[in-house]
């Protein structure tokens, strides 16, 4: 069974598509060109929902995201490094992105089509589904059908680089993470609470400080008040980005509230578990 902590959260991030109002950072900043290998995915999952996440080139046909957000991906995943997908506050008339039979998903030819590019998900073969704290394995991979070739890739950090933090230097260690999540902020009627809001679809990235660290995880402090960072992640910066001096050190895994105004956590990818997968599988192999 799921920590009762993540089947809210989870769900609504997994299930909410953009046919009904998707729920992705709190605080943050625009990125505009920067990040430019940073990039928003998105399919039908098996339930006929569409959902988006957050990916990163990681070489010019791979994209490294969680596992959360390629499993169980019907047809094709779409994908694209566009830093700004809709700028303002509402939901476009016209949806900027293809629908598709969900039965079927996405084809190559149609997302080819409509200028986007396509890939096929995998998930890593010991992904626990959020039910094993100890192999928690949240790690997914988009293989592009067609390289990429007008963006630098980014680069994993080599192996254990996390665990060279000490414990006391953790809360005053900044992680920069990158994505497409909803905005938390007032709506313009009916009760002010700050929610998460579907819109501006940009990409955005806070700064964030560490908070806790364990074989698998990373977590932060995601709360845009807090005096040392800028924000934290929500719903569809999943999959996302961690970097530290510039090398990815985790993806964006779980959060523990609804409203994105708490802890974050981040699975690392500077471990074996993630990296050998990577080697074995992808042959993607991180410099020592």
């Known amino acids: 069974m799921r920590p009762r902590f993540l089947t809210l959260v989870l769900s609504i991030l997994l299930l909410v598509g953009l046919q009904s109002p998707a729920v992705a950072s709190t605080g943050g900043t625009p990125a505009g060109n920067k990040y430019p290998n940073v990039g928003l995915i998105l399919a039908y999952n098996e339930d006929g929902n569409r959902y988006r996440c957050t990916a990163t080139l990681i070489r010019e ?24 997908i809709v700028k303002g ?11 598709a039979d969900p039965e079927i998903g996405y084809t190559t030819a149609q997302l080819q089509a409509a200028g986007f590019d396509s890939g096929d998900a995998y998930v890593h073969p010991d ?118 001096n510039g090398e990815v050190v985790a993806v964006t895994s779980y959060g523990y509230t609804d409203n994105c105004r708490y802890l974050g956590g981040y699975q690392r990818v500077d471990i074996a578990a993630a990296q050998d997968w990577l080697a074995d599988e992808f042959g993607y192999v991180v410099a020592p």
Not at 61 to 73: I, N, Y
């Open 127 to 244: 992904y626990s589904d959020f039910t094993d704290l100890d192999n928690w394995n949240d790690v997914g991979v988009v293989v592009l059908d067609a390289p990429v070739t007008d963006v630098a890739p980014a680069t994993i950090a080599g192996l254990r680089t996390l665990d060279t933090i000490k414990q006391s230097r953790l809360s005053k260690t900044l992680f920069t993470a990158v994505g497409y999540g909803t905005e938390v902020r007032k709506p313009t009627e009916g009760p002010q609470k700050p929610q998460p809001m579907s819109y501006p679809l940009i990409r955005r990235y806070v700064e964030m400080p560490g908070q806790k660290l364990t074989e698998q995880i990373l977590q932060t402090n995601g709360n845009e008040h807090d005096n040392k960072g800028t924000g934290g992640t929500c719903f569809g910066d999943s999959g996302g980005p961690v970097f530290l």
């Open 61 to 84: 046909d791979l994209l490294l995201t969680a596992a959360h957000c390629t499993d169980g991906v019907v047809g094709k995943v779409l994908v694209t490094f566009e830093s700004e």
């Open 89 to 99: 506050n509402r939901a476009p008339t016209v949806s900027p992105f293809p629908e």
